[in-house]
């Protein structure tokens, strides 16, 4: 990927649907509990996931990206309604042991390849109407509508600009619904939001 389509940030939400939050154990945040993945984490549609030799639990979670296009600092949720670029399938691949293990989950998150993206497509007028939905191996294993999130699109724009400018460019990912599972070498796992897919077999590393 080149460095004219690489984001500048990506931040993430965690804990975004009920029954994902109640499948890992978790309850579900009072407020959005946010984290971000690196840059050099951005894979494309086609490229591998290449799975550490230090995980023994690599995950995928389907998420519905949000693409921004105009500068977010302190914004209410109409203009960061306004501040919506478009919209991209996007894969916040984790590895789950790792993430328990250590607390922050800046390794689990952000090791290279573990953040597919899928080519942008415009945001719907209404932003309920977004579905992601995760196969591996063609098997539905994800499928949820925005409408089920904890905290709606608008209000985590909002949300993360009271606390890091949202630059153009930036993506943020909304959480995963339920069904997260792992992923084995030549698994092929693929994320669909409206008209952005993001298609990655699964490597070994070296
Ligand atoms: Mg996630």
């Not at 993945?37 to 995928?60: D, F, N, W």
């Not at 689990?108 to 415009?122: L, N, Q």
Request: with cysteine; net charge neutral.
């Amino acid at each position: 990927m080149n460095d004219s389509t690489r984001p500048g940030k990506i931040v993430c939400v965690g804990r975004n649907y009920r029954a994902h939050a109640k499948e890992l154990g978790n309850e579900v945040p009072a407020e959005p509990l946010i984290f971000l993945k690196p840059p050099s984490s951005v894979i494309r549609t086609g490229a591998e996931i290449v799975l550490p030799t230090v995980s023994s639990q690599v995950e995928y979670e389907g998420e519905i990206g949000v693409v921004i296009g105009t500068r977010l600092s302190r914004v209410d949720e109409a203009d960061a309604r306004r501040g919506i670029r478009g919209i991209v399938a996007l894969n916040d691949v984790t590895a789950r042991d790792l993430q328990r293990s250590d607390g922050q989950w800046t390794r689990a998150k952000g090791f290279d390849t573990f953040c597919p993206v899928g080519s942008e497509v415009p945001a719907p007028a209404d932003l309920h109407s977004l579905e992601v939905t995760t196969r591996v191996n063609g098997s539905v294993r994800q499928h949820a509508s925005a409408s089920e999130m904890v905290f709606a699109i608008p209000m985590l724009l909002a949300y993360i600009s009271s606390i890091m400018t949202l630059e153009p460019g930036d993506r943020v990912a909304t959480g995963t619904p339920s069904g997260v599972g792992r992923l084995d070498v030549r698994d092929v796992v693929e994320v669909q939001v409206a008209g952005s897919l993001v298609r990655n077999s699964v490597a070994a590393a070296g």
